[in-house]
């Protein structure tokens, strides 16, 4: 969190905007959508005669005992399409959630004639942020967190935090776009990152750290370490040109 040199000061206990990228619907995410309109019926029909005692049951459970959306979400398949109950397969991939609920309105007005677009109610919403972790973490994995909002910072955390053994300049972030992947080497040492696009985690993100290299060398964590590993290969260096003379 310094400034480097080649980038713009951030003053401290200034007011930084944040450069949130719109997050468009990809393949494998999982969303939840809510579905409710005027007639009890069909209400009945989805499922939602009462959608309080699902949410209760789903914030009952911790973020850390599994994937509480696999069972009850939608999952986006390779064609970018969801099977929604009865109006069948709708295409949401490369739309913002509030462009699905557009869409999603209209093909269940569509289908239900005596519905409008205006009687129904429908929310689309992701099932929480999947991210992974792999390197010079404390607890490497593969994580999901029920919430729309995830800074970089917190993802860490979520992990146990860096090794001390972490190169924190050049951080590999793995992220997924419509076209397929792209890498991005970040630097948390600069503060300059929190108004970046890569402050706020996206799902299906994966972060590497790779190492120092005096882990690389296996020459100690720590500059005491390294220090006891010269002074003890010096030593043994000594000790055998003294037994060759």
Do not use: C, W
């Not at 005669?49 to 789903?58: H, I």
């Not at 490369?94 to 569509?110: H, N, W, Y």
């Not at 970040?186 to 750290?209: A, E, G, H, T, W």
């Amino acid at each position: 969190m310094q400034n480097k040199d080649k980038s713009k000061a951030l003053v401290t206990d200034s007011l930084i905007q944040y450069s949130v990228p719109v997050y468009h619907l990809q393949y494998n995410d999982i969303v939840d959508v809510k579905i409710k309109t005027t007639i009890p019926e069909m209400n009945a029909i989805f499922g939602l005669e009462d959608p309080e005692s699902k949410q209760s049951s789903s914030q009952g459970m911790n973020q850390n005992n599994g994937d509480v959306y696999y069972m009850t979400g939608y999952t986006i398949d390779q064609n970018g399409e969801i099977k929604l109950p009865f109006i069948g397969k709708v295409k949401v991939m490369g739309l913002t959630t509030g462009q699905a609920e557009t869409v999603i309105s209209q093909k269940l007005a569509g289908y239900f004639k005596k519905v409008s677009v205006e009687d129904l109610y429908v929310r689309v919403k992701l099932g929480g942020i999947r991210f992974s972790t792999l390197g010079e973490f404390n607890k490497p994995g593969k994580y999901v967190v029920l919430q729309e909002r995830m800074t970089i910072f917190e993802a860490i955390a979520q992990s146990g935090d860096l090794t001390v053994q972490a190169k924190r300049n050049k951080v590999k972030l793995l992220r997924q776009y419509p076209e397929g992947t792209r890498i991005h080497i970040l630097d948390l040492n600069d503060r300059s990152i929190i108004n970046s696009p890569y402050y706020f985690i996206q799902p299906n993100d994966q972060l590497y750290v790779e190492p120092l290299k005096v882990r690389q060398f296996g020459t100690g964590v720590t500059a005491a370490q390294t220090l006891q590993v010269i002074i003890s290969s010096i030593s043994a260096v000594v000790l055998v040109l003294s037994l060759t003379k």
